[in-house]
Structure formats: structure tokens, C-alpha cells
């Protein structure tokens, strides 16, 4: 049997909605904020500090938390492997709607 083919979207505004859906689990969605809260830490650090070692630790603070959330919480395969643009712009418009109170953390 064949596997789906990923879904395709139009647009970022199509798409939110569906990653919401896939990050319906609390526990997922504040391992997602404290890993996207990271990688903007580590990011300043890197810019202010001039030190790009910095850098090389943002995609296990990114994707390490988030994948445990949906591997062990979720039990979801992460957005990131079907749309991988779309959902690192997720990752950051959710942490902002979470810090705005708009979804629940």
C-alpha cells in the first residue's frame, strides 16, 4: 500500500490552523514553547556575545524538545517532516500566541 501524500497548502494561513491540530497536547505545546524560547536565547547569545558555538546547540534545543513532545505526548510524527518552512514559521507564531494568552500553556 502506498503512503499518503503529504498534505499541500496554499498558504501560511492555511497551514496554522492544521499545525494547531497537530500540537493539541499541553505538555507538547510547552515543550514546543520552552525549546522555540530557547533557540531565541541562543540566538541573541550568539549575536551579542559574538560567539557562534552558540549557534551549533539551537537545533537540539529547536527540534529536541519539540520531538519529545510529539514522540512522547503527541504521538504524532512532527510537521517538520512534511513542511518544514511552514512549520518553523508555526513554531514561532505559536510561542507568540502562547505568550499572548491566545492558546493555552
Not at 533557540?39 to 547569545?45: E, N, P, Q, S, T
Not at 519529545?68 to 500566541?97: C, I, Q
Request: glycine share 8%; proline share 5%; with cysteine.
Amino acid at each position: 500500500m502506498a503512503a499518503a501524500q503529504p498534505r499541500k497548502f496554499e498558504s501560511f494561513r492555511d497551514f496554522y490552523p492544521f499545525y494547531l491540530e497537530e500540537h493539541r497536547n499541553l505538555t507538547c505545546r510547552r515543550l514546543h514553547f520552552v525549546g522555540t524560547g530557547l533557540v531565541i536565547l541562543l540566538l541573541a547569545a550568539a549575536l551579542f556575545s559574538g560567539n557562534l558555538w552558540y549557534l551549533v546547540a539551537v537545533p537540539f534545543a529547536g527540534y529536541g524538545f519539540a520531538w519529545v513532545g510529539h514522540f512522547f505526548f503527541e504521538h504524532n510524527r512532527p510537521a517538520t517532516f512534511k513542511n518544514p518552512f511552514y512549520s518553523l514559521w508555526g513554531d514561532f507564531v505559536m510561542f507568540k500566541d502562547m505568550l499572548l494568552g491566545r492558546i493555552d500553556r
